[in-house]
């Protein structure tokens, strides 16, 4: 009984990983006027993200998404094709990806095209606008403690008491 009582403390003791992955970069840079649409847009965050369940959306002001095909993820550089032939405009890039601990993070930045149409000239990104650190993205990450986790370690250490109780009456019974 004792050790219970031990694990149990132990359980709730334990401090919360609340820390998520957070953007440090965007490239076209948020607020950046830029020439010509990139081929791509990234976000550089602290840890390297999830690709599974990730998603970049690049609209412009009447609503199209401009992204073509899935996130891409290199190291800690998420990144999206675009479609050729954008308009001059601007544009919003709305963002969900999975942070390194599992847990979704979001947010958006925006950007302004100053000329028309997708370059196709083989320009890298990092030529159409440097990049910057971005204003504090927004986050509906739940973050916080892992309520999740103390649920089940509880509904385990109640299984365990009932296991021990029933084992304990059973030896009296003999």
């Keep these: ?5 031990v694990l149990f403390s132990l359980l709730l003791s334990a401090p919360a990983a609340s820390a998520h992955d957070s953007v440090e970069s965007t490239s076209p840079a948020n607020g950046a006027k830029i020439a010509s649409m990139p081929e791509q847009v990234s976000l550089t965050l602290n840890n390297t993200p999830a690709a599974i ?29 675009l479609k ?12 969900r990806l999975v942070s390194s601990d599992g ?28 990049v910057s650190s971005p204003e504090p993205q927004s986050s509906t990450a739940t973050g916080g403690f892992p309520w999740l986790i103390v649920i089940v370690a509880g509904v385990a250490v109640l299984v365990l008491v009932a296991l021990f109780l029933v084992v304990r009456r059973l030896r009296k019974e003999q």
């Excluded at 009984?1 to 009582?5: D, E, H, I, Q």
């Excluded at 998603?55 to 002001?61: C, L, P, T």
């Excluded at 979704?104 to 320009?123: H, K, L, N, Y």
């Design 1 to 5: 009984m004792v050790s219970l009582g």
């Design 53 to 81: 369940g990730s998603k970049i959306e690049v609209k412009d002001a009447s609503g199209t998404n401009w992204a073509s095909g899935e996130v891409s993820v290199l190291d800690k550089v998420a990144s999206e094709q």
């Design 84 to 95: 050729p032939g954008a308009p001059a405009g601007q544009y919003t890039v709305n963002w």
């Design 103 to 130: 847990h979704p993070i979001d947010g958006s930045f925006s950007f302004t095209v100053t000329g028309g149409s997708t370059a196709t000239s083989g320009a890298t990104l990092g030529s159409a606008a440097p």
